[in-house]
Structure formats: C-alpha cells, structure tokens
C-alpha cells in the first residue's frame, strides 16, 4: 500500500518560515504510482485469497480456493512459515468438500505460505500446489474464533443436547423473564401479535405454495414463538403443534419445497419453532416427518453452497436468511439418529463459513453495510443471531470482529436520527428516518458491547416524533430484549469526528453537526472497489447531499423491483446518480466497473476526500445475471441506451466541505479523444438555472450552487425519467451540464446551504481565485497543466492544498514532501497539524 501521511506538529522542520518556496520545493519527489489494474472485489473468486498482492483485512485470513481450481471431491490445505512444508511446523487440514480452511489461530508477523491439493472421493491425494505466500502485517486486526472441534466439544454446557434449543443463549435469562414479562412494557405488543396469529386459517398456504405466502406463515409462527417461549400460555402450543401437522402432512412436491430459496427456508422455519419448543411432547411420527422435511431442505442447498458461497462476494438471500435458518437446522438434527454425522458436516461448513466470509463479506471491518443502509435492514437478525449463539457456544466473543465494534458509529454516520440515509444502494430513497429495526439492532449493540455511539443512537430513535421508530415496537429483537434487561450510556460520543473514512468500503461521510440533525449538513462519497453489483448502483464518484435530514442532492428513482426497465435504466443506471456521463454512457453493471477513495482527512475546519472512477466506463457487463435481467427489460447494453466501451482515462474526483455549510466539487476529466462529459445533479425541486448557477429551494433552506470551468458547458433540466416508475411516484429534477468535445476538462463546483433565514454569499471569480465569504479557492482548471486546489480562510489559519507548490500556513512554509500530494493544515485532534497523504492503493481488494 502506498499511503503516505506525515503528522507534522507545528515545530516540525518540514514547516519553517526561514526558507523560500522554491528551496523548499526542491525536497519534493514523485509518489510512488498507484497500480490500479485489478483493483476490485470478483463477484465469484478466480484467484486463490491471499497472495502477497492481498494486503490482510484480518488476523488471521481465510484461506480460499476458488471453486473452478477444486477438481476433486475435497480439498486439503497445508499452511507454514517455511516455504518447504516440514511436518512438525506446518498445519494441516482435513480434507473437506469446501474450498476454505481458518487457520483459527494468530498468525506471527512476517511472511507465510500456503498450498492446497485435491482428494478425490476415494481418498487419492493428488499433487500439492506449488506455494502461495502472503504477508502478515504486525498492524492487521487479530479475530481469533475457536476451531470446530472446540465448538462442538461446547454443545451440551451451551444446552445444545436439549429442546428447546434455538435460543440457548438466553436460557439462563428465561426463567426471570417469564415471572415479570407481563408487567414489561413490551407484554402487550408481544400477545397481540400472537393473538393476531391465534386466528390464522394456515391451511390456505398450502392451496398455492408460495414466497409471500410461506413467509407470512413464518411470520406468525414467530409471533407464537416468542409468546410461547415467555408466557408459557398453552394455547399458543396447541396452535403451533397444529401449524406443524399442516407442514408435515401436506406432502411438498420439490416444485413447492423449493418455489424459491426464500420461500424453502420460509417452510424450514416454521417447522424448526414447534419442533423446537415443542419437541418433548411431539409423537415420534411426527418429529420424524419434521425431520425428513428439514433435511431434504438442508440438503438440497449444502449440495449447491458448499464450495460456491465462499467465493461469492455476497449471496445476498444466503448472508439475509438462508444462512441463519440452514444453520439452525444443522443445530437442531446435529444429534438426531440418522441425521447426526451429516448434520453436524453441515454445522462445521456453515461454522466455518461465517467464520470466513461474516459479517459484512468478511472483507469489511467498517461496520458500514456495502449495499447501503437501505438493504442492512433485511440483514440485521441474522447479524445478531449469528453473533449471539456462536459467542455462546463457541464461549469466544464474535461480536469482537472489527465491523461490530465499528458498526454502532457506522449506524449514526449513514443514518443519523431523524435523517434520510447517505443514499447509496437499493432502497435507500425509501425511508426518510431510521425504521424501528435500525434502533432495536443499535440497542443490541449498546447492550452487548457497550458502545456509546449506538446507545445514542437507539435513544434518538426511539424518542424522535416518529412512533414508528420505538424500540419497543420492534418485533425481531423483542425476545432478546425481554430477557435481557439491561441499561447503557445515551450521551453523544465527546469525541465523535465530523468525518468518517469507510476505508474497506470505499466511502466517506461528512457531517457539520451531526448530533443536532436539524442544523446538519451531510455530504456522502462513494467510490468502492466493491464496484456495481447486487443491491449497489452504478454511482462510482457520485455524491449525495442532505440538510436538516432531508434531500439537497439525491441520487434519483425508484426501487420498482431489482431489475425492471425503470431499475435499469433511471435508478441503477448512472445516469440516476450525481456523477458524469461520457458520450452519454455510464458505468457498467460489474464489480469490474469500480472506483477507489485515494484520500481523505479531515480537521475542525476542513473535510475532503478524493475519490478514482476511472476504471469504471471499461464496457459493459459480462455477468449472467446482469445479461438476462437487461433481455428481461427488453434492453440493450448498447450507446443507444446508455451502455458501452468509453474513450475515458481518467476521472478524479474531490469532494471538500467548508464547515460548516460550503461544500466544493472538484473533477479532472480526460479521455483518449474529444468527448462530451454530462456532468449530473439531481433534486427533488426543480432548479432555478441562471448560466452557472443552480438555486434549489426546500423546506429546510436554500442551496445554490455555481459551476465553473475554462470550457464551454451548457446546462439543462427535465421531471422526466428515461424510463417512467409509474403512477404513483413523484417526478424528481435532473440537471445536465454538458461540456462539448474535449478530451480533457476540470470543474470546480461551489455549493452554499443555508437555512430559510441564512444569507447566501457571492461567489466571485478573478482569474484562477475564486472567493466565497471569508473562504478563498486558488484553482487550476486548465487541463493542459498541472492539477492546482488550494482553499485557505480569513478567519482560521485552515489551508487545503492539493498539488505540488509548497504550503503557506498561519505557522510558516509547509515544505511538501511529494509532489500532487494533499496537504490538511487544520486543528486535529486538539492541535494545529499538517497533514500530507498521497494516493492510497487498495490492495486489500485486489484480486490478483
């Protein structure tokens, strides 16, 4: 990685008033160069992980064959600090059907190597690999989980040889629980919903095997679950154990067990809750019914999992649910005669497999979510279930992995109290608030570990003026709730920063006062090597803009369904998104059409981030998936449509925010030929467009943004998508600017907010200064020299400077010490302090 940042305090030698710029100046040397090839996530793994090319994200790694390299029926890892494999210093694996293997040790710093061979279903053992080596870093995060053997030898201490089951983790809070639960103040919200499900007809589910219908008949029998499981009332046994001769007497065809994975693990659900809970006084007929029933479901999907979903970047319906119910079942049969030994193969893969791959990718230590906060929601059960049975049994923390430890700030940064959410992913246009599931997991979070951040979090939510965000209303956390009555910290974090870096993401976030929503200004950036994919958006260097909670800037559309015309073509396209066009094409649907944050830092007065995009115009997509979605749509990935190769070869983006309510947009463009470049906004109110200058007006106040630029732009609007949602959805703004055949162009974007009463400041330009209140920009945009930003203010000695010129500061000459570095001169952490970062290079993610 090269990521140079230097942390000068103001008596450093590098920052003097006794020497001249140029003097100075001549210390300067070129940045190492950024490999930028092959920077991203493979949606399905083609190279062996990891490689001395991989940069660790953790302590020790998984180590992950991809499935087209596994010719056997299973594969045997070897793993040693000596490249010769000795026996006596070298760890084995069995072999297994899976393509992975945890060390589940701490690995010592230095470099290791591993191999892997192929067992054939007889026992042959084929020719081992030839060595991969790869690097142990003293700084990489240590998450040691227990091996398997460990794990299992907990089952019976952790209550694992008994019914009920499922909930063992709480079987110590139960008993409590169950003498005050109907004076709690969740009682009535807890029977009501059982009442609800007391007067079902279950049978009319099973006329028409369906998703919706199997998972609303799972629904309610979670309802009668946890009534069962707290109040101990018979009446919902009795309609449990009726739910479950339903299931067993019905006689599924494959065509209804299997109508969708959703829909299979639906069924297995509300078989696993009343065998489960129910299981001492079940006849042996129908426990063995419900057992056929489960492992012909378990099976069906070990056999088409095992080995693919750990070189999945992410199944999205695995990681959600599936994930969670195949391993309950595993949990439930692991000790059944018949089942056992499968069973409990199944246990260790699925085991193992979160060990790997959870939470979040396993390529995530953020504690943000890469789809966007608006698609964590349909994740965050089983990222507390997971968690919380393991940690039991396994009798190791879980929850000390570095996205859970992070995902309390991530919570409050992406999707503060009362506030939109950042914007990025499907469905995040959909909730203008934190729904209740937000708080009830943030509450989890402040009870489990304690974090201040998401114990301010479930407070807000939950005391806001929306009722729907009330903890207590919660129904997927409320058995966890009841039984553990604890008490955490609801103060605002001291030392909350205004920015946050989602380095593993590829995102940043900058707040001007984020406790106090009302009065915040929220700038989000993204540029992942994640790419575009799944439930992300083609919206590589896009932005989002939010104030008082609400849209400035948004990227635009509807969330009609994953892939529809509209989905395709004015919500995933990135021609929904705050970014550019070129020649009119966007970025690919493809983790290949990726983007990487370089950059950013961030002080008192000051925030800036600076994002690469240009791997992301490369073609069109060349998944499967994608491919039969686009002929679905009756859809070309074609220029006509938005689609297509790009003479693109650079495309650098910076976003700045100017505390508290300037924002600044700074664009290096070039292509291999004259092209248009559509630069893109997007509004929920139309723009009042005067030359180069864009008024929006909403109910928490006025943005005006001006544009400048050396080429000629033109600037239009429309309400129109290319591809209408629908009746129903409100028409939405978009603004073009477009810039005429040039192969290389420089913007420079100043954004003022300001509340109803606040007055907007003149923004004037004299030659390359550019003047705004007491905030100065010093700005090259011609294309034919060098890259030039400078920001300095009249009332605070903050300076940004992005180029190769040595820094003048309120305390001397900053000497720079590469050239086209970033240098932040601003109070951090207390103090003035010179900061200097050059571009940072994700090899984390690099496949190669």
């Known amino acids: 990685m090269k990521h140079i940042i230097y942390l000068l305090g103001i008596a450093c030698a590098c920052l003097t008033s006794a020497c001249s710029d140029d003097e100075i100046l001549a210390s300067a040397v070129d940045a190492e160069a950024v490999d930028t090839p092959e920077a991203w996530h493979d949606k399905t793994r083609t190279q062996p992980y990891p490689k001395l090319s991989n940069e660790l994200y953790l302590n020790p790694p998984p180590l992950i064959v991809p499935e087209s390299m596994k010719t056997g029926e299973k594969l045997q890892f070897a793993l040693s600090q000596d490249e010769g494999f000795p026996e006596a210093s070298t760890q084995f694996s069995e072999a297994d059907e899976w393509c992975m293997f945890n060390p589940h040790r701490e690995l010592e710093a230095g470099t290791w190597y591993w191999r892997y061979r192929n067992v054939s279903a007889n026992g042959t053992e084929e020719a081992w690999s030839e060595p991969i080596a790869f690097e142990v870093k003293p700084e990489t995060p240590v998450f040691v989980t227990p091996d398997f053997a460990a794990f299992r030898a907990n089952i019976s201490q952790a209550g694992l040889d008994v019914h009920p089951r499922l909930y063992c983790y709480l079987n110590g809070d139960l008993a409590e629980a169950r003498q005050r639960v109907e004076s709690h103040s969740e009682y009535r919200g807890l029977v009501s919903r059982a009442n609800s499900a007391m007067n079902v007809d279950y049978s009319t589910y099973l006329n028409q095997v369906t998703e919706d219908g199997m998972e609303e008949m799972a629904d309610y029998v979670e309802y009668l679950h946890q009534a069962y499981l707290l109040t101990q009332d018979q009446t919902y046994a009795s309609k449990l154990a009726e ?102 193969y199944m246990m260790e893969y699925y085991y193992e497999l979160w060990t790997a791959r959870a939470p979040a990718s396993g390529f995530n230590r953020d504690g943000a979510w890469v789809n966007g906060s608006g698609y964590l929601s349909a994740n965050l059960y089983t990222l507390y279930y997971m968690p919380m049975l393991l940690s039991h049994v396994g009798q190791s923390d879980f929850l000390q992995h570095p996205w859970y430890q992070n995902a309390g700030q991530a919570l409050v940064y992406n999707f503060p109290p009362s506030s939109k959410n950042t914007g990025f992913g499907d469905m995040s246009e959909r909730w203008d608030v934190p729904g209740r599931q937000y708080a009830a997991f943030a509450d989890f979070l402040a009870r489990e570990t304690g974090d201040g951040y998401a114990g301010w979090y479930a407070n807000e939510c939950s005391t806001d003026d929306d009722p729907d965000n009330d903890v207590s209303d919660d129904v997927l956390f409320r058995i966890y709730r009841i039984c553990r009555n604890s008490t955490y910290d609801t103060s605002f974090p001291e030392d909350a920063p205004k920015m946050k870096w989602y380095e593993d993401i590829g995102e940043v976030v900058m707040h001007s006062d984020l406790e106090h929503t009302a009065d915040n200004l929220t700038l989000s950036f993204r540029s992942s090597t994640f790419g575009s994919g799944s439930h992300t958006l083609a919206d590589q260097n896009s932005f989002n803009l939010l104030y008082g909670g609400k849209e400035v800037y948004y990227h635009s559309g509807y969330y009609t369904a994953f892939s529809d015309a509209h989905n395709l073509m004015s919500y995933r396209h990135t021609r929904a998104h705050n970014t550019i066009l070129v020649n009119g094409i966007g970025q690919a649907f493809s983790t290949e059409a990726y983007g990487m944050m370089l950059r950013a830092n961030g002080g008192t007065h000051i925030a800036y981030a600076l994002g690469d995009a240009s791997q992301a115009y490369g073609g069109i997509s060349n998944d499967p998936m994608w491919i039969q979605n686009f002929a679905d749509a009756g859809i070309e990935q074609t220029p006509e449509y938005g689609f297509g190769e790009t003479p693109l070869t650079k495309y650098r983006r910076q976003t700045l925010m100017l505390y508290p309510d300037i924002v600044l947009i700074y664009d290096e463009l070039e292509a291999s030929e004259p092209v248009r470049w559509d630069w893109l906004l997007h509004s929920p109110v139309q723009f009042g467009i005067d030359g180069d200058t864009f008024t929006t007006r909403a109910e928490t106040g006025v943005a005006v943004a001006r544009m400048f630029s050396d080429a000629a732009f033109e600037v239009s609007q429309t309400d129109q998508f290319v591809v209408s949602p629908g009746e129903g959805y409100a028409n939405q703004w978009h603004l073009t600017a477009a810039f005429a055949n040039s192969s290389a162009c420089r913007i420079l974007t100043v954004v003022q907010i300001k509340d109803s009463e606040g007055e907007i400041l003149p923004v004037e330009r004299n030659g390359s200064r550019i003047t705004c209140g007491d905030w100065t920009i010093d700005v090259n945009l011609d294309p ?7 920001v300095t203010s009249g009332s605070v000695p903050a300076v940004y400077s992005y180029g190769s010129d040595n820094v003048q500061t309120g305390s001397g000459v900053y000497a720079r010490q590469y050239r086209n570095s970033s240098v932040l001169y601003d109070e951090i952490d207390g103090q003035y302090q010179a900061v200097e970062q050059t571009d940072q290079s994700p090899v984390s993610s690099r496949r190669g």
């Open 784 to 790: 034919s020299s060098a890259e030039r930003l400078q």
């Open 243 to 344: 739910i479950l001769s339903l299931l067993c007497g019905h006689g599924f065809t494959d065509s209804e067990l299997f109508v969708s994975n959703f829909g299979s693990t639906a069924i297995a659900y509300s078989l696993l809750v009343p065998y489960d809970v129910l299981y001492s006084r079940l006849s042996g007929s129908l426990i063995q019914q419900a057992q056929d029933l489960l492992m012909r479901i378990a099976r069906h999907y070990f056999a088409s999992y095992c080995g693919s979903q750990e070189n999945n970047i992410f199944d999205n319906h695995f990681w959600q649910k599936n994930m969670r119910i195949l391993f309950q079942i595993a949990l439930c049969l692991w000790d059944k005669t018949g089942y056992a030994e499968e069973a409990s």
